[in-house]
C-alpha cells in the first residue's frame, strides 16, 4: 500500500497540465516514503540539477533540458548517519514506484512526458538521439506536443475509393481557396479554366449567395462553380487555410484535381494539356507537376493591378521569353527562388523550356524535403488530406506534400502548362508568421509540425520512390 501511495503521488507530480507555449522545463519530483519511514525522506529533482548526457552540439543556455540519463544523489552529509539506511529504503521504494509508473504508459509511445507548472515537454525515445544525433527535421529541440493531442489522418475518408479507371472517365476539377479580398483574382481562374468544373472555398462570414454573385460579376459561370463557406475562425492570423482547402477537395465531383492556391493563374489551355496525358494517370499514385512561376512586382507597389494583368503570359512562349529576359531584371523567375529556394527547387525547370508538350519528365530525385509543388491527382480514398491542425502561415502544404510522397506517389513534370504567382500584399497570417519567425521554438505552428512528422513515422508506413537528389 505505501509503494502504491508513492506511486499516485509520483504520477500527480508528472502528469500536470499541458502548455503548449513554455520553452523550458522544470522538472520536481517529490518522492515521499513517509508511510514507511516516520521522519525522512524527501528528494528533489530539477532540470537544473539533473545530470545529463547530451552532446555538446545540442546545449544551448537558452533551454533546460530533460536529461535523458540522470542521477539524482545526496552526499552523505546531507543525512543524518541515523537516517541515512532510512533514506536509502525510502529512494528505492521511490524509484520502484517510477518505474512501476513508466510500464504503465501506452506502450507505442514514443515520448516520455513529464509536466510540472503548466509546462510540458516531450522527449523522443528514438536510438538516434540516445547515440546523441538528431533527425533531419529536428534541427532545433523544440517544446514538442504529443500527437496523440492532435487528428491527423492518414486517408481522405470521405472521398470514393480508388478503383481502376478508363481514361475516358478522367476528368479535371481546379480547386483552390481565398479570403474574400483575393476574390478578384477569381477572373483570371474563370477565364483560363473556361467551362470546366471549379470548386473554391472562401474563408468569409458573408453568405455563399453573396460569394457567388461577387463570382458571376467577375465572369465565372455557376454552372461549374462549386463554392463551399468556412466562417468559423477568429481571425485571418488563424485563417483556417487546410480546413478549406479539404472543403474544397471534397466538393470535387471529377476523379481527378488539379490544386492551386488562388493567387496562381493557371495557363489558358491547361485543362485541354491535362485531357491529353489521361493514360498517363490511370495509377492512382502518379502527380503531375504544374511549374509555377512569379511575376516580378512592376511598378513601387505590388497593387498595381492593371499592368500585372496586362503582363500575364498567355502561352509557353510568351512565358519562356519574359524568363530569359536580362538575368538583372527578370521578369519572371521560378516560383519563391530567391525566398524559398527549397519549396519549388526540383521541378525541372530549365529542362521545361525545351520540353516537348506531349512528354511527360519524370521528378526522379528531390533536392530538398520542402519541395511543395502544385501537382494534379486522383481524388480517392488513398490522397492524404491536408492536415486541419496547420492555420494561418507555415508547415501546411509542405507537409501535405511530405505525407503524399511518403505514401508511394510518383511525380512527372507537365510540358506546356505551367502556373503564374501574381503579385499581392501579404496576407495578414503571413505578416504574424514573419514577426516569429526568428523565434521559431516558441512558434505553435513548428510544434505541430515536429509532433506531425512523429505521427507519420510512426502511422504512415514509408513508401517512398523518389531518394533524395
Known amino acids: 500500500s505505501s509503494v502504491n501511495w508513492v506511486t499516485r503521488t509520483l504520477g500527480n507530480q508528472c502528469r500536470g497540465q499541458t502548455s503548449h507555449q513554455s520553452i523550458g522545463v522544470c522538472i520536481r519530483l517529490t ?59 525510502g529512494g528505492g521504494f521511490a524509484v520502484y514506484s517510477a518505474l512501476l509508473m513508466l510500464t504503465c504508459l501506452p506502450r507505442r509511445s514514443s515520448h516520455l512526458h513529464f509536466a510540472s507548472s503548466g509546462s510540458s515537454l516531450l522527449v523522443p525515445l528514438r536510438q538516434d538521439s540516445i547515440d546523441g544525433t538528431l533527425p533531419h527535421q529536428d534541427h532545433r529541440l523544440l517544446n514538442t506536443l504529443d500527437y496523440r493531442s492532435f487528428d491527423f489522418k492518414s486517408t481522405t475518408e470521405l472521398a470514393p475509393t480508388c478503383d481502376s479507371l478508363p481514361d475516358d472517365k478522367i476528368d479535371f476539377t481546379l480547386v483552390t481557396q481565398l479570403s474574400p479580398n483575393r476574390l478578384g483574382i477569381m477572373h483570371q481562374h474563370c477565364k483560363r479554366w473556361v467551362d470546366h468544373p471549379i470548386s473554391v472555398a472562401v474563408g468569409t462570414h458573408s453568405s455563399q449567395k453573396a460569394i457567388l454573385k461577387v463570382l458571376k460579376g467577375l465572369g465565372c459561370n455557376p454552372q461549374h462553380l462549386s463554392v463551399t463557406i468556412v466562417s468559423d475562425f477568429e481571425s485571418d492570423e488563424s485563417y483556417p487555410v487546410n480546413r478549406l482547402r479539404n472543403a474544397a477537395l471534397a466538393a470535387v465531383k471529377t476523379s481527378h484535381f488539379v490544386y492551386v492556391d488562388a493567387d496562381f493563374v493557371p495557363s489558358p489551355h491547361l485543362y485541354d494539356e491535362l485531357m491529353k496525358h489521361r493514360d498517363s494517370l490511370l495509377h492512382h499514385k502518379t502527380a503531375l507537376v504544374v511549374p509555377a512561376f512569379e511575376l516580378s512586382p512592376l511598378c513601387g507597389t505590388v497593387e498595381c493591378k492593371e499592368l500585372h494583368e496586362y503582363m500575364i503570359p498567355d502561352t509557353k512562349q510568351e512565358l519562356v521569353d519574359l524568363f530569359t529576359s536580362p538575368a538583372d531584371s527578370p521578369v519572371v523567375i521560378p516560383f519563391d527562388s530567391k525566398g524559398n529556394p527549397s519549396g519549388h527547387g526540383s521541378t525541372r525547370y530549365m529542362d521545361w523550356i525545351t520540353q516537348d508538350e506531349e512528354a511527360l519528365l519524370p521528378i526522379e530525385c528531390m533536392t530538398s524535403p520542402r519541395y511543395e509543388p502544385y501537382v494534379v491527382m486522383r481524388y480517392c480514398h488513398d490522397l492524404p488530406p491536408f492536415q486541419e491542425q ?80
Open 31 to 89: 518522492f515521499s516514503a513517509s508511510a514507511i519511514v516516520s521522519s525522512v525522506s524527501q528528494f528533489h529533482l530539477s532540470a537544473k540539477e539533473a545530470r545529463m548526457s547530451l552532446p555538446p552540439t545540442v546545449m544551448s543556455s537558452n533551454y533546460t533540458y530533460l536529461p535523458l540519463r540522470s542521477t539524482c544523489a545526496k552526499s552523505k552529509d546531507d543525512v543524518p548517519k541515523s537516517k541515512w539506511l532510512f533514506s536509502l529504503i
Open 390 to 469: 496547420f492555420a494561418g502561415y507555415g508547415q501546411n502544404k509542405i507537409t501535405w506534400m511530405q505525407q503524399v510522397r511518403r505514401s508511394g506517389y510518383k511525380f512527372f513534370q507537365l510540358g506546356q502548362g505551367f502556373l503564374l504567382h501574381f503579385p499581392h500584399k501579404h496576407s495578414a497570417a503571413r505578416k504574424a508568421w514573419s514577426k516569429e519567425k526568428d523565434q521559431a521554438e516558441d512558434m505553435y505552428v513548428s510544434q505541430v509540425a515536429a509532433s506531425f512528422h512523429s505521427w507519420m513515422e510512426e502511422h504512415v508506413p514509408n513508401q517512398n520512390v523518389i531518394s533524395q537528389c
